[in-house]
């Protein structure tokens, strides 16, 4: 299993602000397997970015994935309210789908 | 559109069992990979499983391994988890999602309390 480890854990920005999310994998991925998710309180995940860089349908265009071999970025451009949650990356290769532990983003 | 549903979660003893469903909608079941997580009070998520179209490939999570069966039915759109030799730390919601392009879509997840 390929550890995955996010941070900060804890990311307090103000609407409008740039926010980095960094996860990174103690092994080269060498595939392009890694998404990221955002989990609001009482909610369900929501996939945000597959295949390191690639927006889910109806992800708005501020939500940025990036990186390669062991060191992955979520950008978020410009901070709205509504993007406070736990952001969560994954690496879904074979044979295990690991998560990273989580950033929570307070604005 | 897509759904999945979860059910079969409850309270259960330590060393007991239960089988998870998850039943699924909107898109063409056999078609798709299918996983199993989950996420314990208050932590973060865990990948526990996964299958293959048609079931021919499984593989699983260290913390289940030998303990946890995924399986599905592609006659009735539904995948399994077989869950044996509960223990308090396997207290969580269980989350079905399709694995498309990571995990697509996820059910609203069913609860298990392992406790006496």
């Known amino acids: 299993e390929i550890m995955l480890t996010q941070s900060p854990g804890t990311l307090s920005l103000s609407p409008g602000e740039r926010a980095t999310l960094s996860c990174r994998a103690y092994?080269?991925?060498?595939?392009?397997?890694l998404a990221w998710y955002q989990q609001k309180p009482g909610q369900t995940p929501r996939l945000l970015i597959y295949?390191?860089?690639s927006r889910a349908a109806g992800i708005p265009d501020r939500f940025s994935g990036s990186g390669s071999g062991t060191d992955f970025t979520l950008t978020i451009s410009r901070l709205e309210p509504e993007d406070s949650a736990v952001y969560y990356c994954?690496?879904?290769?074979?044979?295990?789908?690991?998560f990273g532990q989580g950033t929570k983003v307070e604005i | 559109q897509v759904q999945l549903v979860e059910s079969g979660g409850g309270l259960v003893k330590p060393g007991g069992s239960l089988r998870l469903s998850c039943a699924a909608t909107?898109?063409?079941?056999?078609?798709?990979?299918m996983s199993w997580i989950r996420q314990a009070p208050g932590k973060g998520l865990e990948w526990l499983s996964y299958?293959?179209?048609?079931?021919?490939?499984?593989y699983y999570a260290d913390s289940v391994k030998g303990r946890f069966t995924i399986s599905r039915d592609d006659a009735n759109n539904s995948l399994y988890l077989q869950m044996n030799s509960l223990r308090a730390e396997d207290t969580a919601i269980y989350y079905c999602?399709?694995?498309?392009?990571?995990?697509?879509?996820w059910g609203q997840g069913t609860l298990v309390t392992v406790s006496s």
């Open positions: 999602a399709r694995r498309y392009s990571g995990n697509d879509f």
């Open positions: 909107g898109f063409t079941f056999s078609d798709y990979y």
């Open positions: 299958i293959s179209r048609g079931g021919t490939t499984i």
């Open positions: 092994e080269n991925l060498d595939s392009n397997y």
């Open positions: 295949g390191i860089s």
């Open positions: 994954q690496h879904y290769g074979t044979p295990a789908n690991t």
